[in-house]
């Protein structure tokens, strides 16, 4: 029986969607980070925002909300596979690894209808344009005389903006080596089990940065200068996304060494130490930068 339950799980396992995302420790560190560089007032109206947001797939407050894109897209709501068609391309942005184009891969950045807000936009859209998208629904902030449908919206563009600038972050979000964002991509190293190269960059290198996510969050917010700040909360999302493609590129790809002969790649222990470090820096820049996007206005 349990080895049936197993079969069950694995099925299961093979079956769901593809991971398009930091796993949730990383997308709750970014969320961390920035509450740690908000000032008090933009900190308040972020939670104030979210308490009073009725919907139920997460808790109402910004670490939990950070994943809520993932759990919306993943949500049978609204017909199964009905979100995951309409949202799962705005996670990341395919950058083609050897002739990259920041507009194609972007869909040439389609304008909103009249009216439409960005939660109905085109499901073939980016990471990068979603996260203008949303930010730009964001001001102003609604207020007291906000009418309950703006302030519904604002709600959904409060959590697909916390979530996607961490996606963005990523790096194998910003890359497309023509195998669905290293999904297709074997690895294994010492001590860990094997998995996809995307698995890896998502969860196992950030679970070497500490225990949980407020540890891994208080560690790195106390490492970051101010003068760290200012250079990274500097340039827009279309920057970032190519900064992160570079690291990808140089970091993530560039060092794979030669498959074996079943396609698998065994990553060394320069590998791992260097990724680890590297994973850490994007989620400090990821959490000063949402920081800086959530301030807007109430500076
Ligand atoms: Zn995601």
Redesign the pocket.
């Known amino acids: 029986m349990r080895g049936k339950c197993v079969a069950g799980a694995l099925l299961l396992w093979a079956l769901a969607p593809a991971a ?3 796993g949730d420790t990383g ?1 709750e560190v970014v969320a961390r980070i920035a509450l740690h560089f908000l000032s008090p007032g933009a900190r308040a109206r972020v939670e104030a925002l979210l308490a009073d947001d009725p919907d139920p797939l997460t808790a109402h407050d910004p670490v939990s909300a950070a994943v809520w ?2 759990r919306y ?1 993943d949500s049978p709501e609204n017909g199964r596979r009905a979100n995951y068609q309409q949202t799962h391309a ?3 942005v395919d950058l083609e690894r050897w002739h990259p184009d920041l507009a194609r891969a972007c869909h040439g950045f389609p304008a909103l209808p009249p009216g439409t807000p960005a939660s109905r936009g085109p499901a073939a859209d980016c ?1 990068v344009d979603k996260i203008e998208q949303f930010n730009a629904e964001l001001k102003p902030w609604p207020g007291a005389d906000t009418s309950p449908e703006r302030r519904a919206e604002a709600q959904r563009a409060l959590k697909f903006l916390i ?2 600038v ?2 963005l972050h ?1 790096p194998l ?1 910003a890359i497309d080596d023509h195998d669905r964002g290293g999904n297709e991509k074997r690895v294994n190293m010492a001590g860990a089990h094997a998995g996809t190269l995307h698995h890896y960059w998502d969860d196992v290198f950030v679970q070497r940065l500490g225990p949980d996510d407020a540890a891994i969050a208080a560690t790195l917010s106390a490492r970051i200068t101010p003068a760290n700040v200012r250079a990274w909360q500097r340039g827009t999302p279309r920057d970032w996304a190519r900064e992160s493609f570079d690291t990808a590129r140089t970091q993530a790809y560039d060092p794979l060494p030669p498959p074996d002969e079943r396609g698998h790649y065994r990553l060394s222990p320069d590998y791992r130490d260097q990724a680890t470090g590297i994973v850490a820096l994007q989620l400090e820049e990821a959490g000063v930068r949402l920081a800086a996007l959530l301030e807007g206005d109430a500076r």
Do not use: I, P, S
């Open positions: 398009h995302a930091w997308h894109a993932d897209r705005w996670h990341f990471v979530h996607f961490g996606d990523q979000h």
